[in-house]
């Protein structure tokens, strides 16, 4: 799940997460945030004991993601990242 919103709305949500949980060492912050690539919204992961008055959706959309065929997905147990090749 990940919530949809502003990309201060959610750069504000990873502050909450990230000051909620303390993160220290190798962790430095919950969850990037992800842009639209036709520049319309962005979204952040969503942490189960952390709510949000943005709007809660299932997954991001491939539709966000221009020539799809250029990124590469990295899954990790809570997070997945998307790097340009």
């Known amino acids: 799940m990940y ?7 959610c750069e504000d949500y990873n502050t909450k997460v990230t000051l909620g949980e ?3 060492g ?7 945030v992800t842009s639209n690539q036709n520049g ?8 189960e004991n952390y709510e949000s008055d943005m709007t809660l959706i ?10 799809t065929e250029l990124w590469k997905t990295t899954s ?4 997945t990242t998307f790097t340009l090749l």
Do not use: M, V
């Open 3 to 9: 919530y949809r919103g502003t990309k201060i709305e």
């Open 22 to 24: 303390n993160y220290q």
């Open 26 to 32: 190798s962790t430095t912050s919950w969850a990037n």
């Open 40 to 47: 319309e919204g962005f979204a952040i992961l969503k942490h």
């Open 58 to 67: 299932d997954k991001i959309p491939d539709s966000w993601y221009n020539n």
């Open 76 to 79: 990790k147990e809570h997070d």
